[in-house]
């Protein structure tokens, strides 16, 4: 007698279309009946990217289940690769100028070979509703959710879809201390601190860039601040599911903060900012030293692939070393622990200082 082995299918992936209509965007779901619901212009990406998120939250598998939605369909979404391997993320992709979105279940090698898609992390998905009755009584403080250094990386991979693609070094730098400092109605108050150590304190394009993105929009600050202080709106609602607590989140943004002026003492380069920021998210502390796909590197970062190598070049503050496999497209480096990075970078200004 044969045994049958069939086993069920476990579908794990989301499509939503955004249609053009005479009345607006229109959101259509292939998954349930959300069909020809319009939408306004400045909504409707963070509206189809809620909805997919839903479809995930209510559908949710035991990690033993998941499998990679992509090899299920004979790996049609990406360019030949090496093959599936790797643990199953949950990826978000960008068809169609961002007409269509897809949130499925990948490999982490397929993640890696589809282009305009991101890693979305998991703790986006992981938010739950506080009970009535638990808001009259005070809250005991909740265990610290994932690391700083894990916090950004996953947030530098999310901008990475979230954003447009030609969204500059500034405003991606901008966009993730915005992401890591609101509240849970999505604003967000960045002190003049904040902005002049991110070099932004007197250049409105990055904002500006934010808003025609549509993916934020500043208010006045109130009458009562003390002080220079930009107030905003978030308008990408996916964000509002973020798990970590507050402070939890405000600490990864001041690590952030450190890791960008880490090896950039001195420099007004926003994509050297923001690439020894990406280097340090992905970098082992213990032994300083990093590896990952240079093609995610460049989708983090907002740079054209012709453009990151010089940049790399520049950063001898706080590179040790760096090299690149052809084969396989891996950037290796080694960064200088961080105070040896202040150090050289000081060095390095006093002597462009000094007459010779």
Request: a positive charge; one cysteine or more.
């Amino acid at each position: 007698m044969r045994l049958c082995t069939t086993r069920p299918t476990t579908r794990h992936a989301w499509t939503v279309e955004l249609r053009p209509g005479p009345g607006g965007p229109q959101l259509v779901c292939r998954q349930c009946d959300h069909r020809g619901v319009l939408l306004a212009a400045a909504s409707a990406r963070s509206a189809a990217l809620e909805h997919l998120a839903g479809h995930a939250r209510r559908d949710a598998l035991p990690p033993y289940m998941r499998t990679c939605q992509c090899h299920e369909r004979g790996c049609g979404w990406h360019p030949r690769h090496r093959g599936c391997a790797g643990p199953i993320r949950l990826l978000l992709a960008r068809e169609r100028g961002g007409r269509l979105w897809r949130l499925a279940d990948a490999c982490t090698a397929c993640a890696s070979a589809t282009t305009q898609a991101a890693v979305v992390p998991e703790t986006f998905l992981r938010a739950a509703k506080a009970s009535p009755n638990s808001a009259s009584r005070r809250r005991k403080r909740r265990p610290r959710g994932p690391g700083d250094q894990i916090q950004v990386r996953e947030m530098l991979s999310y901008l990475a879809s979230a954003l447009p693609s030609h969204t500059g070094a500034a405003a991606r730098l901008l966009a993730v201390q915005c992401a890591l400092r609101m509240d849970s109605q999505g604003q967000v108050r960045l002190p003049a601190g904040v902005l002049r150590s991110l070099r932004l304190a007197r250049d409105p394009l990055p904002w500006t860039e934010l808003e025609q993105a549509r993916w934020l929009h500043r208010t006045p600050a109130a009458p009562s601040s003390t002080g220079r202080m930009v107030v905003a709106q978030i308008l990408d609602d996916v964000l509002l599911a973020q798990r970590p607590a507050r402070p939890d989140r405000r600490s990864a943004a001041d690590w952030a903060l450190r890791a960008t002026k880490g090896g950039c003492t001195g420099t007004d380069d926003p994509p050297l900012r923001l690439t020894s920021l990406c280097l340090a998210t992905h970098t082992d502390p213990s032994t300083g030293r990093g590896l990952t796909e240079m093609d995610r590197i460049e989708r983090e970062c907002g740079l054209a692939p012709s453009t990151l190598l010089p940049v790399l070049d520049r950063l001898a503050t706080s590179l040790t070393s760096w090299s690149v496999t052809l084969a396989s497209g891996d950037l290796h480096w080694e960064l200088l622990p961080m105070g040896d990075q202040r150090q050289r970078a000081a060095g390095r200004s006093d002597a462009a200082a000094s007459p010779d």
